[in-house]
């Protein structure tokens, strides 16, 4: 490069720099310390620091009103709440939200953070769920006959012929109105609604449940087969599964199918021939599996 243009470019280079320089000192003013008789220096009481001067300081201490977060909009106001309702612990705090998907997850986390199964139903999509984590989280399967709920207000519906109970519904609350609604004949005005005489209960078994997954969670993760009756039809597997987990031959007379080729599976898993001995109709692979 040639030595003019070098120096060209090193005296744009130069001032640039001093223009960010002066930017800088008239957009940030440097505090001066006070100096006490000690010897100790200190900010002034007035002095704002810069890196905070944008906005509010918010108090998300337990305890601490959620009016803090007023002062906050959108989706910086929503997590204020939201982490407001974590930290006390308390759901209502979440009804603050306006926006009914950001306030049931504010609800969730609440619940779960404290195994407080008593706010999942102020939740309007997902009750089912919360009722499932924490009965998870807790070991609490008898909390897992409560993720019927949505399916329980149906037909609770139907049985009084109310269907304004519907209303309160999350995501069953097409198949609750459709107990009551039916399609309108092709010669039927077009605004008309044409109700079932009497509601349709079938209607309600649309709406899906988490009971069995719920106590199936449970059961897989607690190694613990009293809980595969409660699943149905996949309670075989559930059986098996924890069998093999637990590689305890006895898990597997509770199968109703599929037995002996479970007690034949821990025979070869613990390098037991005896146990094929109680392998019935697998008895014989058993042996020449170990063989």
């Known amino acids: 490069m040639p030595s003019n243009v070098k120096i ?77 309702a974590v930290i006390q612990g308390n759901p209502e705090t979440c009804n603050s939200i306006e926006s009914v998907y950001a306030r049931d997850n504010c609800i969730l986390e609440v619940a779960i953070t404290t195994g407080n199964e008593e706010a999942c139903p102020q939740i309007r999509f997902g009750k089912e769920d919360c009722f499932s984590q924490i009965a998870l989280q807790e070991n609490r399967p008898e909390l897992c006959e409560k993720t019927t ?79 595969c009756a409660e699943i149905g039809e996949l309670s075989n597997v559930c059986y098996f599964t924890i069998a093999i987990n637990t590689l305890d031959a006895g898990v597997c007379e509770f199968m109703s199918e599929n037995r002996d080729n479970c007690v034949a599976t821990i025979a070869f898993e613990t390098g037991n021939p005896s146990l094929c001995e109680k392998a019935g109709t697998e008895r014989q692979n058993c042996l020449a599996d170990l063989s």
């Open 8 to 84: 060209g470019v090193i005296a744009i280079v130069v001032v640039m720099a001093a223009v960010v320089v002066l930017h800088y000192l008239q957009q940030s003013q440097v505090p001066e310390y006070i100096e006490t008789p000690s010897g100790d220096e200190y900010l002034p009481q007035d002095y704002v620091d810069p890196a905070t001067a944008g906005g509010p300081e918010i108090d998300l201490s337990e305890g601490s009103a959620p009016s803090n977060c007023a002062q906050l909009e959108g989706f910086e106001k929503e997590s204020c709440i939201h982490a407001s």
């Open 149 to 227: 709920i949505e399916k329980d207000v149906c037909r609770n519906a139907v049985q009084q012929n109310d269907i304004s109970i519907c209303d309160s519904l999350g995501e069953g609350k097409r198949h609750c109105m459709n107990a009551f609604i039916k399609q309108c004949p092709d010669d039927a005005p077009l605004a008309q609604i044409c109700y079932r005489s009497p509601p349709d209960m079938t209607q309600c078994d649309s709406i899906i449940d988490l009971r069995g997954s719920c106590y199936a969670d449970i059961a897989l993760e607690k190694n613990n087969p009293a809980l």
